[in-house]
């Protein structure tokens, strides 16, 4: 058994933090490369590692004064180490630190000694061998990740490293220099390296057990979701749920390999498995219900609409035309809508609507604006019977105007358009009826 | 109060009915112009006078003997003037029809001959004056129908004309040769006059007392619509339901006539009125309920297709490109569906996947076939809550599999795709639920 473990800046943010961390790593031989992110907030008044890091690395920018706070934040550092009480010290990795802060070593590499940082002392406490990732993760003098380049290098390192630590966040290019990754950090580092040493699972260890089935802002300590498919998480991601980032599924979706995120303050539950395809049913029939507001939509009607080859078509091209990305097109008969963002959209409406006119001669058009769409997402909703009837009717009970429909052959998926104002309404009566009821 | 009555050919088949026709009427000061058919059969087993014109005629151009299926005809018409006690005969009629005959004066020609002499005895029965169309209803060279031309010399004829039967179904090419309206029929004659004499009522008379919400032939004795707007009707019609064509609603829209469909043989019933736009909700949430089989549909899926400008343009352009028209497209999170019909497509499938795949590179393409679509229509459902869910309750209750859903924001219709086999259920569960259950 060969694991990955990544942990968030909150599962490392003390020494405390550590020795949970620590436990779970010693509780399962397979956990043997692990990912640490920069130390982050002990509490709710406290600042990250890494903005620390800015802020100091700012001032040595300016020509300033930095050593102030660069003692602050070798202390964060010497308050986990004595807390674990380990014979180690980092003062000559911050007399390094100091040296290039002052020859402006760049913002990318100042951030990135977070991670750094704790993966030494990570390293030293576990009794793993560290690897600097700017030795194995490679990006290309344009500042792009090189994927390929870093599963290369990053094999041939971990085949001979039975154990090991790889701080994330960052890598370096040809030159040397550091680089971080824009977004995603540290879970991108974790799933190169599951990548890279085949591992049979890609644990993610966070303050959470698992993803919730809805926004936790919306709905009151949500249920969380056991077991999601790729295809699902991408959905729910696209639609507002703040899951994995794109980059940072990539590499082990195409090794399916399976995630498997975690709470390191609960590390008995099992939190939620992210798969490529299981045959596990969810625990209710919806996997995951996420949401955006701030839409507009453009109704258009034309007498004998449906039997105009190329109407819809010509109707999309203005937009295209306009660089304005498509969300969705529901149809009825001789009407149409277009949704997009209003972000997008309003500045050039009045281009697109003469184009639209131009182009596909209307008899109707109207916009409307403070739309919200919600995606209601489940491998489970294709076998199960009902599932239209059971949203439609809490909607209704719940007063809220269903604006839009669609839901195509893939069955996977519902979108339902509202009113901004219902956005809220909406998705607890959704969760109510799927979750709550279900109970 | 002008009104324009449009007899069909059930209520002129015999004397009996003429005299029903007589008395509605009579019963009426407004109705001031009528609009004949020929007549249709008396009872199943029986022929349409249109029918027997052709099969004379067909015997006429191949230059053998007519004159025994002409008297058969002529035998039609004597019944009826009889049963009338009508001191009144066609024989001369008779006369230069089987001379043109015998010069071959076209196959309109004969078929109009129907509506023609139903016109001069309707025009005896009720002391009105006989218009023939031929003069004042106008074909270009071309044989298309000028609308402007007929409406000119209609008006300018019926403005000096108190009362007057006008035949329906036929006119003239500049040449006077004779010409008939494609589809239609007499209708649209019907829709002309009421359009040239701005009637305050179109009033269509048949033998059932309005539409009816959903096909008879799958819903056993359905209610019929009390009102319904134009836009409803094309809908409705758009998808199978055969109600008015297009063309006999056009010239009366134009002028915002209302049309009345009555029934001949129960006159106390209101029947069926459509209007332009109205204040009168329907009796039911929803106006009516019809639908087609013999869909496929193409869906594809991309991951990240969303934020690919001109993906779902790129798609539709490959059915554009190969002369298809697109039903419907429902669209999920990375996942879109193209409805098509079935005799539009399968001839050209390949061709059409293979262009899909050069110009927008989905992940994967899946064709299904044998897929009904089904439009649930009605401008009460903008302002029912609940209208969504109580469809799809029904449909899951009825163990309908819903296949695809599409709602715009026009709120006027929802579209439903199922599998044929499930089409008549479906129907039959919506129906139930909205106009059983509400009684």
Known sequence: MKKVVKFGGSSLASAQQFEKVGNIIRSDEGR???????????????????????????LAEEGKDFRVKLAEIKARYDEIITGLSLDFSLAEDFKEIEEKF?????????????EYLNGKIMAQYLGYTFVD??????????????????????????????????????????????KTFSRGG???????????????????????????????????????IEIITYTELRELAYMGASVLHEDSIFPVRKEGIPINIRNTNKPEDEGTWIVESTARKSKYTITGIAGKKGFCCVNISKDMMNSEIGFVRKVLQSFEDHDISIEHVPSGIDTMTVFVHEDDFISKEQAVVSEIHRLAKPDMLEIESDLGLIAVVGRGMKSTRGTAGRIFSALAHANVNVRMIDQGSSELNIIIGVENRDFEKAISAIYDIFVETQL
Chains 1, 2 share one sequence.
């Open 133 to 178: 990732s700017a030795s194995v993760v490679c990006f290309d003098k344009k500042g792009e990740f090189d994927a390929e380049k870093t599963n290369e290098k990053m094999s041939a390192k971990l085949s001979k490293t039975e154990r090991a630590v790889i701080p994330g966040f960052f890598g370096a290019m040809p030159d040397g220099s550091i």
């Open 32 to 58: 043997r490369y692990v990912i640490p992110s920069a130390p982050g907030k002990r509490n709710s008044g406290d600042r990250k590692v890494t903005d620390m890091l800015y802020a100091c690395y700012a």
């Open 186 to 224: 540290s879970d991108i580092t974790g799933s190169i390296v599951a990548r890279a040493v085949k591992a049979d699972v890609y644990e993610n260890w966070t303050d959470v057990s698992g993803f919730m089935i809805a926004d936790p802002r919306i709905i009151n300590k949500p249920q969380s």
């Open 102 to 114: 002052k020859n402006k070593a760049g913002k990318d590499y100042a951030a990135s000694r977070g």
